[in-house]
Nanobody
Framework: QVHVVESGGGLVQAGASLRLSCAAS????????MGWFRQAPGTEREVVAT????????YYTDSVKGRFTISRDNAKNMVYLQMNSLKPEDTAVYYC??????????????WGQGTQVTVSS
């Protein structure tokens, strides 16, 4: 099992940057794909980005391509989401999660409590 805790959210203006961090516990961290998801009020949770266990493969939803970067440090059991050129539509609660495959975001589990990101216009 993997236990994750997110941090790094906040209130920023449009165009700014934020870096989210996800601290994972468990010696099996390196076996899991990791991902960032988000949920805005009144909407379903959606995948933002995922990364394979070694970090060699990544996936991004179209709306964040070229602006967000997912990375991981397996030595520190950490996953990051660098978010640049933030837009008001990026406002949501962001969740970190672990899964079997970076290409199957629908099968992710082990959710964190989430961190709020608010982008003002």
């Amino acid at each position: 099992q993997v236990h994750v805790v997110e941090s790094g959210g906040g209130l920023v203006q449009a165009g700014a940057s934020l870096r989210l961090s996800c601290a994972a516990s468990g010696r099996t961290f390196i076996l899991y794909a990791m991902g960032w998801f988000r949920q805005a009020p009144g909407t379903e949770r959606e995948v933002v980005a995922t990364i394979s266990p070694t970090g060699s493969s990544t996936y991004y939803t179209d709306s964040v391509k070229g602006r967000f970067t997912i990375s991981r440090d397996n030595a520190k059991n950490m996953v990051y989401l660098q978010m640049n050129s933030l837009k008001p539509e990026d406002t949501a609660v962001y969740y970190c999660a672990a899964g079997e495959s970076y290409s199957k975001p629908g099968q992710f589990g082990y959710w964190g409590q989430g961190t709020q990101v608010t982008v003002s216009s």
